[in-house]
């Protein structure tokens, strides 16, 4: 079993004493939060954008709350975590407006900000001379979005309104995609196994809860029994949850797995866990699959077969996407929708079985830092299951 990377840190946002900038912030934090801890508040502009060497520079242009000796913020992306950086420095651009909240412990100083609608985290080291000053930005931020999530010249004017008493801070509610099944006859549904292991796919799957005119609901449950199947339109098998190290399905859940695809469902499978010596059973399939153990890797080359697997709703690239261990040894009744490792291994497929299908994929959805990549292919996935199901 390889090591998992701990990334529920219980934690204060980076404005509290108590952060650690290379964690993510996966408690739900309120503005008021934000601002009540935050010893400055810093409204700025995007100056400089170095796409070669990765830098940006920030022109301060107010002081919404505190004082802050700083006229310029000094910002190094290669110091981020994966490729945070190379992403990040996309959504930067000359002339955009920056939100920096930031607390100052002695010399250290721990930070957010919000560009272009994104948040990220940085932190740095305070010295009397601020232009010797560089803030070491170390991730995108992926769940702050449910403390605020648009714009950033809508988020200045709500601050401003918010630390002008003209307003109380927004309070997201939750995502109705997150009460599951409660929803009308002809909404399609979503049960999603996940949490015996990992714990990461569900609050990104939930998010897609309009496709096309489907109404699209989701259920998680930890139980591989799956009591609740035989209401559930798809089944979304997630990280660890048929092979983590060792095969966990019994004869009995392989038959109700079948018996899905059978009657007319699907099942999108996103990894397996294998090792050298135990590679994954495939019982649950009625075809023979190999699942085995690789190298993580980012490179696949779609088929003809993939049609708006890799464009709809997100274009996405080789390169673009976390694989991990893979599935090989197909026969010819399987579609193969990409390939990796130089054809040697499934990146994609699809079974197509009785009245339903199969979609088996080798995308590691483990972290958090996993899922802020493969989120648009999980968003694809559920695009590409609900147009198969609308054309049956």
Same mark, same amino acid.
């Given at each position: ?184 006859? #002809?909404?399609?549904?979503? @049960?999603?196994? %996940?949490?015996?292991?990992? !714990?990461?796919?569900?609050?990104? $799957?939930s998010h897609f809860d309009q496709i096309g005119k489907h109404r699209v609901v989701y259920q998680k449950t930890k139980d591989r029994g799956l009591p609740e199947l035989g209401k559930a339109d798809i ?36 990894e397996q866990d294998s090792d050298d010596d135990r590679p994954c059973d495939t019982g649950w399939l009625p075809e023979p699959l190999k699942g085995v153990d690789r190298w993580g890797r980012s490179d ?31 026969? #010819?009744?399987?579609?193969? @929708?990409?390939? %990796?490792?130089?054809?040697? !291994?499934?990146?994609?497929?699809? $079974? ?41």
């Open positions: 079993m390889r090591p998992k990377t701990t990334l529920y840190t219980i934690i204060a946002l980076l404005c509290l004493s108590s952060f650690q900038t290379q964690a993510f912030i996966e408690r739900r934090y309120t503005l008021k939060e934000v601002i009540n801890e935050c010893t400055n508040i810093l409204f700025g502009t995007v100056t400089s954008v170095n796409q070669k060497r990765l830098t940006a520079k920030v022109k301060v242009e107010e002081n919404l709350k505190g004082k802050s000796d700083f006229q310029e913020i000094k910002i190094r992306l290669d110091t981020g975590q994966g490729n945070f950086p190379q992403k990040m420095i996309k959504k930067l651009e000359v002339g955009l407006p920056i939100i920096i909240f930031y607390a100052k412990h002695g010399t250290a100083i721990d930070s957010i900000g919000h560009v272009n609608g994104t948040w990220f985290q940085s932190k740095t080291q305070d010295l009397p001379d601020k232009n010797r000053v560089w803030w070491y930005f170390t991730h995108i931020e992926i769940y702050m979005h449910r403390t605020f999530n648009g714009t950033t010249p809508d988020f200045q004017t709500h601050l401003r309104d918010v630390l002008g008493g003209k307003t109380k801070p927004v309070v997201p509610k939750t995502p109705k995609a997150q009460q599951p099944y409660q929803a009308s006859e #002809d909404s399609l549904r979503v @049960l999603v196994l %996940t949490g015996n292991h990992y !714990d990461v796919e569900f609050p990104a $799957l089944l979304w098998i997630g990280g660890g949850e048929i092979c983590e190290s060792n095969y966990v399905l019994t004869t009995y859940q392989e038959k109700r797995i079948k018996a899905f695809v059978k009657s007319g469902g699907i099942v999108i499978v996103s696949f080359q779609p088929t003809r077969a993939a049609g708006t697997l890799f464009t709809k709703p997100n274009e996405i690239k080789s390169g673009e996407v976390f694989i991990d261990d893979a599935w090989t040894g197909w026969t #010819d009744k399987y579609t193969i @929708l990409a390939t %990796t490792n130089s054809g040697k !291994d499934i990146a994609a497929g699809m $079974l197509k079985y009785g009245k339903g299908m199969y979609l088996i994929t080798s995308f590691q959805n483990e972290t958090s830092a996993n899922i802020f990549v493969n989120r648009p292919m999980m968003e694809n996935l559920i695009h590409f299951a609900v147009g198969w199901l609308s054309n049956q």
